[in-house]
């Protein structure tokens, strides 16, 4: 097959062929696992494709790497950040782009064959959905640890359009590397943005307040590399403080709370969940009570709010509520007493991270 030319711009036909896809694959320092990723790109069912390879100012082989696949492949173009960091590379991409329907990857991942072709059709099928997601699986498996397979229990159960608006405040709700979507649609909604927050979570919750649709396909199309270094482990814009922050800023201007603002309350009355409410409070809400189980906390007061137990929640007009609650089984629970009082999720309460 015809190799790329030196602006990274295919050879030959290719040039010419309608593209179904681009794939945003941006990448630095990854020599050690871009053949891996690379090789698993080149069996997918669905060949019409480009693969926007975007060096991140890479110091290793990798740029070498991706340029001698380029060679063999008039699909692959080689594209230089102007910018220094993962936003930039992947705006670049973004703006690149020459497919309707853009897939993200990441250097050190796996995609399953079937991966690209199954997120086209499910586009296609769905013309009101903007982005398509897939479930993941988390490898080594000698380094996955339980908080890792507790999340990724929770994302992989979040499947409709439905469920993900209604969890989208407890976590990101789709891994980034196994999303599809809508060029125009991300486009038009400013790309990605830089910030002290993660830039995947940033964009889903700046979608579903722009009224996007977002789903999941049931499959597993991802194998999702885990290792001590990876970026979402060590850069501070992925701590546990840049979820909270960023949770609050966009639950603040949530229209289901602001219809609600004078008559809520958060279920969960510990130190720690008053840790992660604190946000919220900053941003000048005030909750009518706090819900709790635990009969020594039910009857005090919390900077002057009430802990009350959850059969307060049997009454009209019902509060909107807000759980914060997040320990392993422990958010079922607290659904459960929610349905028995008919509470519907998404519209009388909302989880939250």
Same mark, same amino acid.
């Given at each position: +097959? ?10 030959? @036909? ?34 019409? $494709? ?12 990798? #740029? ?28 670049? !991409? ?10 993200? +990857?990441? @250097?050190?991942?796996? +995609? ?8 086209? %059709? ?19 498996? %000698? ?12 994302? =992989? @159960? ?6 993900? %608006? ?22 038009? #909604? ?23 649709? +977002? ?23 992925? #701590?546990?403080? #840049? ?34 409410? %604190? ?29 009350? @137990? ?13 759980? $914060?609650? =997040? ?18 999720? !998404? ?7």
């Amino acid at each position: +097959m015809p190799g790329a030319s030196a602006s990274g711009e295919p050879r030959g @036909a290719a040039s010419t062929a309608v593209l179904r896809l681009s794939i945003l694959l941006p990448y630095r320092d990854a020599a050690a696992t871009l053949e891996e990723c690379l090789a698993s790109i080149a069996v997918q069912r669905c060949a019409d $494709y480009e693969l926007l390879a975007v060096d991140d100012h890479s110091t290793d082989a990798s #740029a070498q790497i991706v340029r001698e696949h380029a060679a063999r492949d008039a699909r692959i173009r080689c594209l230089a950040s102007p910018g220094r960091g993962l936003v930039a590379a992947l705006n670049h !991409g973004l703006e690149a782009a020459r497919a309707a329907v853009v897939a993200r +990857m990441d @250097a050190d991942d796996r +995609m399953h064959p079937e991966r690209l072709a199954r997120q086209l %059709a499910h586009l296609e099928e769905d013309p009101g959905l903007t982005l398509s997601a897939s479930r993941v699986r988390a490898f080594p498996e %000698a380094h996955v640890q339980a908080g890792l397979r507790e999340y990724l229990r929770w994302q =992989n @159960a979040c499947l409709g359009a439905d469920e993900l %608006a209604d969890e989208i405040y407890v976590e990101a709700p789709v891994a980034h590397p196994s999303v599809a979507f809508r060029r125009d649609a991300v486009r038009a #909604a400013g790309g990605y943005r830089h910030g002290d927050f993660p830039e995947d979570y940033e964009l889903w919750l700046r979608l579903h307040h722009l009224g996007h649709r +977002m789903a999941k396909l049931p499959e597993v199309l991802l194998d999702w590399r885990e290792y001590p270094q990876r970026t979402s482990r060590t850069d501070p814009r992925y #701590a546990r403080e #840049a979820f909270d922050r960023l949770r609050a800023d966009y639950l603040a201007r949530d229209p289901r709370l602001l219809a609600r603002r004078e008559d809520f309350v958060i279920w969960g009355a510990g130190r720690r969940t008053r840790q992660r409410c %604190a946000w919220l409070l900053r941003l000048g809400f005030r909750p009518g009570a706090y819900i709790d189980i635990d009969p020594r906390k039910i009857g005090n007061r919390v900077d002057g709010v009430p802990v009350r @137990a959850p059969a307060a929640l049997a009454c009209e007009p019902r509060p909107f509520v807000l759980v $914060y609650v =997040n320990r392993h089984g422990a958010r079922e629970e607290v659904a459960g007493r929610l349905a028995a009082l008919g509470y519907r999720r !998404g519209r009388d309460w909302l989880a939250v991270g």
